[in-house]
């Protein structure tokens, strides 16, 4: 089972990469949180894994800390969230606002998370309200991911970034334009955490 796998970074988006290691590239999803943290295309990364196994498949998730990790490995446990709703929840909010939630038992918060349904939402709440004390306090050491320097990019790009992070297209599309005032210079990443942020403010306020 791997653990952790450190290489080339191949390519990258916002909710998956390519890392080759000794010849083989992985193919890894990961958070929209991770992918902030990634460096540039052609440089070494390393990522804390998950493995998840099927009879049919085996598919490979990637987090910038071991924290991140094990908080979806707690999510995972609850019943109907698989790996890749998972990846969507630790992508919808950012971490501590996301603990801070399933502890307070805020269902209206979660549920304004694509994929999250008022029922999903509860379970969570009651699945993971007491296992997430550890977590809530200050994030333990991990290796550091050297941040990524700005890359260009345009607004369909980050449409299609929403829309692939379970965005509805009209939301997605809206958000993105009242976010490009932010980012000038067509930063991708820049516009799309902005994007983000303005989504986040329409549902949760």
């Known amino acids: 089972m791997i653990a ?33 943290e990634l460096t540039a295309q052609g440089t070494e990364v390393g990522l804390h894994i998950y493995t998840h196994v099927r009879e049919d ?4 998730f990637g987090f910038r800390t071991e924290r991140e990790k094990i908080l979806f490995e707690r999510l995972i446990s609850v019943s109907g969230i698989g790996p890749k709703l998972a990846i969507t929840i630790l992508s919808g909010l950012e971490m501590e606002e996301l ?4 502890r ?6 979660l549920t ?5 349904g008022r029922k999903t939402a509860e379970r969570l709440i009651v699945e993971l309200k007491e296992k997430l ?10 290796e550091p991911i050297a941040v990524m320097p700005a890359a260009s990019g ?7 970034a929403l829309v692939n992070l379970g965005y509805a297209e009209p939301a997605a599309s809206r958000a993105v334009r009242e976010a490009r005032p932010e980012s000038p210079n067509g930063d991708f990443e820049q516009l ?6 303005l989504l986040a403010r329409k549902f949760f306020n």
């Open 4 to 36: 952790h796998l450190r290489g080339k970074l191949i390519s990258k988006n916002p909710n998956k990469v390519i890392i080759e290691a000794a010849g083989v590239g992985y193919e890894v999803t990961i958070p929209v949180s991770t992918f902030y």
């Open 57 to 60: 498949s085996l598919a490979l």
């Open 99 to 102: 603990i801070a939630a399933i």
């Open 104 to 109: 307070k038992g805020d269902v209206t918060k």
């Open 112 to 116: 304004h998370i694509p994929g999250v």
């Open 133 to 142: 004390s550890r977590l809530a306090m200050a994030e333990a050491d991990a």
């Open 154 to 160: 345009i607004e369909g790009d980050v449409i299609s």
């Open 192 to 197: 799309l955490k902005s994007s983000l942020r």
